[in-house]
């Protein structure tokens, strides 16, 4: 090991070992600096001696683990995409943790918890093997693969948030943990989670060497005789493994790694094993300091996530990182309109699809209503039950058909200027910034009417994507810059978001119940107040299908054929946050149609804009409106939240595509 | 003895059955939905069977309080069925300012809305108590039973003064006692401890105690995190009231040395409510954690 690497190992070391002992010192019982020391050193009262045994320790334990597990998972990942912004919370890893407990929590609640770490394993692996699936396609190259991974963690949130919705009072007690806190009471979960976490490293440290040749690229690892495909899926199960670890303990913490990476590399290591050995000490000082900082910040009266602070301190570096990246100059592989074919008939039959799920949305329901009763009561004539039954279901219904349409076309809008067929809304901050306007009028305004709320939520999703254009910086040009910038700001507001919701603000839960991601009681206001940006913003999307068309021939051509191509994009990325955060204000945040429409489109009708965009609205909206009908009516009276329909059909969609290796390709 | 008490049930049938007949339109509601289990218990508890509630299982899993057969469903409480509520036909819907954001102006074109607010911006010692109180009567005005209501509340103050009894013959009255509430999740338990805003620090104070948790009140009434917090407060009573699905929780958290070195477990001044309560309910819950609070404690 090189002098240098050392010596940083080493303060890596120091500044963890001091980090857990500023941890150990502070509390919520009351106990004096000197009383903690000489809890620690086996002296002063039996109690203070059992809580800093049985709780400061092992929260100091679970914040070390959790840090260097997600260090030597970042390691791991990064080598593994050959990208050094990869990390076990922007891969959707650790979000696949926290939906299997959470799901587990809320439909088991006697949960052991073994149970509780088996699921996070399980939900973590799940999340490794989309992203495995992903690594294995997704050779175009390692932005996508990151960029896919941010809409998978994107989404797999959403989907949590949606049970929580449902199970709301057995979720209730996962608020802490849900982001990211480090409490602990007892050994019990660390040293579950211990032989995992040094199974983890240990295989992270054998597979240093082989990595060392991977990330030379597939055909220089061949020449030097190994085989790239095993060492990448050894090293996606080890950070898995890892990852999982680090969930269990304490939750979803997002950027510890990624921080602990940038900051190891910062010693200039020669080889992978120097990366780990720098990476994984300074993982723990960084969640550990969080930890402490958050609980002198904030006062021990309440417990405070030492994930929200990481994802504060994180944002802003990643926004750096993204600034230095090299802008993309020149074609990128886009081989959409090559590969995919257009199937006709497959068109027709999903086009038909809409006229079903309107039709079934329309006339069914609690509410019995007959087909002619209901059709007297559209055309203004039906009787007083047909009426009411017409005024629930008609602009509810059609809410979801303009959510969808947005959505959709927002989706084709954002994958053609990123040039990933996996961007989505979400990616550019439009739905974290739509919360966090929401909340901020509310912290500001707490008696200000709710029909303030989707205006605010706008303006916060709109400006949200101002501030990534601002901070992606004159050169912004460059799309995966800014999907990395509109990821780093997406978890700032989340976690500003999440400190509001701490303290418990009077209205957050009004806010709360407006961005829940469905299209529940949709009415005649939400419909205007969507159906009027809808009939501005979709048609102007309709008419930018050419310069799609041309973006997607690459920055040469593009360039070459006398398109502006700075001016473009941010207008085109403009029209599509607008479609967004027009959505998101009505039904918040409703994850994978943006996603899920474009690529389904494109299956069946190619690449070229001028069919894939139309087509995907139309499929947009037949997926909202037939996930709102479905939702309303399964487990009737109970309300599925159409957002989390969605998800449940999507998710697997999703996995079929990436495992089909049509997510590159199609 | 016994004509008397046929008499003054006969009397409060008569009354009962005045109201019933009283007509409709402007008067008292028949047919009432309600989306939060609070507002369901008042109901019940001045003698109205509501049509329609939302979450009818969770009320019973996690209250103490049973539904009468016949109710039904109407849903989730974040999202409850408006087509449901709209086939039950009801005259009034009762719901908490947070949970109708969304659907305000729907529930408003099926019924007569009721918007409460349990959890006020400003609040002191006693408020949710207060407020607690306050419902139950305009809940009551709206079936016209306003009657009732008082009734219903004298005997729910009747009810202290044995309990408060009964406290100070075991030597307890002003006795310091905190209350607290697990959850989190077994790998990481929490305690949710009550401040002096919540209807339970209002019930210790009217069963002759003193709440021994002084933390600054929140918005919900109480405050979370570890159970290093009770340090603070080992000297005093302590009291895990909770809905019996923490039951393994709270067995875990009393595995810990960190627990059973606190002097109040060491002295036996820790105790556990045998059967659910709900810190949150109407006057029913209150009236059984207020007997639960003093059976665990006297014991």
């Keep these: 090991m090189s002098g240098r690497a050392a010596a940083v190992a080493a303060a890596g070391v120091a500044a963890a070992l001091l980090a857990a002992l500023a941890d150990v010192l502070q509390g919520q019982g009351g106990m004096t600096v000197s009383e903690a020391l000489s809890a620690l050193t086996g002296g002063g009262r039996a109690l203070d001696r059992a809580i800093v045994e049985d709780i400061r320790l092992p929260r100091a334990a679970a914040g070390a683990l959790a840090g260097g597990s997600l260090a030597a998972a970042a390691v791991l990942l990064q080598a593994v995409t050959r990208n050094r912004l990869a990390d076990a919370g922007i891969l959707g890893l650790t979000a696949g943790g926290a939906l299997a407990v959470t799901a587990i929590s809320a439909y088991a609640s006697t949960a052991t918890a073994g149970t509780t770490i088996a699921a996070a394993f399980g939900g973590v692996l799940a999340g490794a093997l989309l992203v495995g699936a992903l690594a294995a396609v997704g050779r175009a190259g390692p932005v996508r693969l990151l960029l896919a991974g941010m809409a998978v963690s994107l989404a797999l949130s959403a989907v949590t948030a949606a049970i929580r919705l449902v199970r709301e009072t057995e979720t209730g007690g996962l608020f802490l943990w849900g982001a990211g806190s480090l409490m602990q009471l007892g050994w019990g979960t660390v040293t579950a989670a211990a032989p995992a976490a040094a199974a983890g490293l240990l295989a992270a440290l054998l597979l240093a060497r082989p990595l060392d040749v991977a990330v030379l690229g597939e055909a220089a690892a061949r020449s030097l ?18 990852a999982a670890a680090a969930v269990a303990v304490a939750g979803p913490i997002s950027f510890a790694g990624l921080l602990a990476a940038f900051a190891a590399r910062a010693a200039r290591p020669r080889n992978h094993l120097e990366l780990l050995a720098v990476a994984v000490p300074w993982g723990a000082a960084i969640v550990l300091a969080a930890d402490v900082a958050a609980r002198l910040l904030l006062g021990t009266e309440s417990e405070t996530p030492a994930g929200i602070v990481c994802a504060l301190i994180g944002a802003p570096v990643l926004v750096a990182l993204a600034r230095r990246l090299p802008a993309e100059t020149g074609a990128v592989a886009e081989p959409a309109r090559a590969a995919a074919r257009r199937r006709p008939r497959l068109a027709l039959a999903l086009l038909l699809l809409l006229p079903a799920a309107a039709a079934a949305s329309l006339c069914l329901g609690e509410l019995e209503v007959s087909v002619s009763e209901m059709a007297r009561a559209v055309a203004g004539q039906g009787g007083p039950l047909a009426e009411i039954a017409f005024d629930l279901r008609g602009p509810r219904l059609a809410v979801a058909l303009l959510a969808g349409a947005c959505l959709a076309a927002a989706g084709v809008l954002m994958q053609g200027v990123v040039r990933n067929p996996l961007a989505s809304p979400d990616l550019l901050g439009v739905t974290g910034g739509g919360s966090l306007g929401a909340f901020a009028v509310l912290l500001a305004f707490p008696e200000a009417p709710s029909g303030l709320l989707p205006f605010a939520a706008f303006a916060g999703g709109v400006g949200a994507l101002a501030v990534v254009l601002l901070l992606a910086g004159p050169r912004s040009a460059s799309p995966s810059r800014l999907a990395l910038t509109g990821l780093a700001v997406t978890a700032a507001c989340t976690a500003v978001t999440a400190l509001m919701l701490l303290d418990a603000q009077p209205e957050a839960g009004v806010a709360v119940a407006w961005l829940a991601g469905s299209t529940y009681a949709s009415g005649w206001d939400e419909l205007t107040l969507l159906a009027v940006p809808a009939a501005v913003l979709l048609p102007l999307a309709l008419l930018a299908v050419r310069r799609l068309d041309v973006l997607a021939l690459g920055d040469d051509a593009a360039a070459a054929l006398g398109l502006r191509l700075r001016g473009v994009r941010i207008g085109l990325l403009a029209l599509g946050a607008s479609l967004a955060a027009a959505a998101v204000a009505v039904t918040g945040a409703i994850a994978f149609v943006g996603l899920m429409a474009p690529h389904a489109a494109r299956l069946v009708a190619g690449g070229g804009h001028r069919r894939l965009l139309p087509l995907a609205i139309v499929l947009g909206m037949t997926l909202l409106a037939g996930a709102d009908v479905l ?36 | 003895m016994r004509p008397r008490l046929t008499l003054a049930l006969g009397a409060a049938l008569a009354l009962v059955a005045a109201f019933s007949a009283a007509p409709a339109g402007a008067g008292p509601a028949k047919r009432v939905v309600a989306i939060e289990w609070n507002y369901a218990e008042d109901l019940l508890a001045v003698g109205v069977r509501p049509v329609g509630i939302a979450d009818i299982k969770g009320m019973e899993d996690w209250t103490p309080v049973q539904v009468p057969a016949g109710v039904k469903d109407v849903g989730t409480r974040t999202e409850p069925s408006l087509e449901r509520i709209a086939a039950l036909e009801p005259d009034l819907i009762i719901a908490p300012k947070g949970r109708i954001v969304r659907s305000l102006d729907q529930l408003r074109e099926i019924a007569r809305v009721k918007i409460m607010n349990p959890f006020p911006q400003k609040q002191g010692r006693d408020t949710q108590y207060r407020v607690m109180l306050d419902e139950l009567r305009q809940v009551a005005k709206a079936v016209g039973r306003r009657a009732r209501a008082d009734a219903v509340i004298r005997s729910l103050d ?17 006795a310091k006692v905190t209350v607290g509430m697990a959850g989190g999740t077994l790998a990481a338990p929490g305690l949710r401890l009550f401040t002096d805003n919540s209807v339970t620090a209002a019930v210790l104070r009217r069963l002759g105690l003193r709440n021994a948790w002084t933390a600054k009140p929140r918005h919900y009434g109480y405050t979370e995190g570890g159970i290093e917090q009770l340090r603070k407060v080992e000297r005093n009573w302590f009291v895990f009231a909770y809905p019996r699905q923490f039951s393994d929780i709270i067995r875990g958290i009393q595995e810990q040395d960190a627990w059973t070195e606190l002097a109040l477990a060491r002295n036996g001044r820790a105790r556990t409510v045998p059967g659910n309560t709900w810190p949150f309910g109407g006057p029913l819950a209150t009236r059984v954690l207020a007997q639960r609070i003093t059976g665990a404690l006297v014991r």
Excluded: M
């Design chain 1, 631 to 666: 939702g309303r009516l399964a487990f009737a009276p109970t309300e599925l939240p159409s957002g989390l329909v969605v998800a449940v059909v999507g998710a697997p969609y999703l996995g079929w595509l990436l495992l089909r290796g049509r997510a590159v390709a199609a």
């Design chain 2, 158 to 174: 009747r009810s202290y003064a044995p309990l408060r009894k009964r406290l100070k013959k075991a030597g307890l009255a002003r």
């Design chain 1, 225 to 242: 005789g190994q085989h790239a495909g095993r060492v990448q899926a050894a090293a996606g199960l080890a950070a898995a493994v890892l």
